[in-house]
Structures are given as structure tokens and as C-alpha cells.
């Protein structure tokens, strides 16, 4: 969603009926914008998506790991004290970590995910490494079907 007040007050609606309960749903809240934008999405959900390490991550003077270290310290000063940091590589509108930082970079960025600190986020297929496919839709590789093997419609 993008970062509009009316976005923010519906979203709190939806926080304040789900704390009524004893126990609720976690809230999560895909919104895109800077960390300073996103960041304050915490007082109305439980978690803003982190599209850092897909979005942020580049190699414009400096190497992949200098990059990644930017985003992840940049991202985890902006977490509110007490609240839950998240990471995803992978979301349907960007192209898969492998197609996006090297085939080589893509188990190494699954590992990086799942050890940084707070919950990590996986959009099919990029757990088993897939790639962007073939599709008819140059805009819509990342939305290949499960690439389970190389049979007809499973995923090539």
C-alpha cells in the first residue's frame, strides 16, 4: 500500500479490533516507502514488510556485502525499541534474488535472511533457490509457476 493518511487510519482500525482479543492474528502491513515512512507503521501493525534486501540492495560504488550492510544497519536503527524486525529477499514484483544478485548470491542471501535478527519472510520458490522463468510476460518472470523440477508445467 502506499503511505497515505487514509491507508494509516484504516490500518488502525484493523489493530484496535485486533487488540481487543485476548490473542489475535499478527498484522502485516505491506507498505513501500523509505525506513523512515515505514518505520512508523509499527505503532498501527505488528509488522511493516521489509523490502530492503530487495529493493535497497544495489552495487552502485561498493560490493554486494558493503550494500547489503548498509541496508540491514540502516533498516535495524529504524525498528521502534521492543519491536519485531522482519527480511525477505523475494516478493512478486521485483525479480528473484538470484536473477537479481547472481545465481551464486542467492542461498547465501536465504541464509542471511533466516539468521539476521526477527522473523524472515519467503516468497515461494526463493527457498529452493528458484530463478526468474520463461513466461510470455517479460514483466512477470518472478511469477513462474513452482519449479519443482523440469517436466511440463512444473514451473519452466
Request: aromatic residues 8%; glycine residues 8%; proline residues 4%.
Amino acid at each position: 500500500m502506499k503511505d497515505l493518511d487514509g491507508n494509516r487510519d484504516i490500518l488502525s482500525e484493523f489493530q484496535k479490533v485486533l487488540d481487543e482479543y485476548d490473542s489475535h492474528p499478527i498484522l502485516v502491513a505491506e507498505v513501500m516507502g523509505s525506513y523512515a515512512k515505514t518505520s512508523k507503521y509499527y505503532n498501527m501493525s505488528d509488522i511493516p514488510i521489509n523490502f530492503g534486501l530487495i529493493n535497497k540492495v544495489d552495487r552502485k560504488g561498493m560490493t554486494l556485502a558493503q550494500s547489503i550492510n548498509k541496508t540491514v544497519t540502516e533498516y535495524l536503527a529504524s525498528v521502534p525499541e521492543g519491536k519485531t524486525p522482519n527480511w525477505v529477499i523475494g516478493d512478486s514484483n521485483y525479480a528473484r534474488v538470484g536473477s537479481r544478485l547472481g545465481e551464486d548470491n542467492r542461498y547465501a542471501m536465504n541464509t542471511l535472511a533466516l539468521t539476521l535478527p526477527g522473523v524472515a519472510m519467503t516468497y515461494y520458490g526463493e527457498e529452493i533457490g528458484m530463478l526468474d522463468g520463461n513466461t510470455t510476460n517479460p514483466n512477470d518472470k518472478q511469477r513462474t509457476p513452482m519449479q519443482w523440477n523440469n517436466d511440463t508445467h512444473a514451473g519452466e
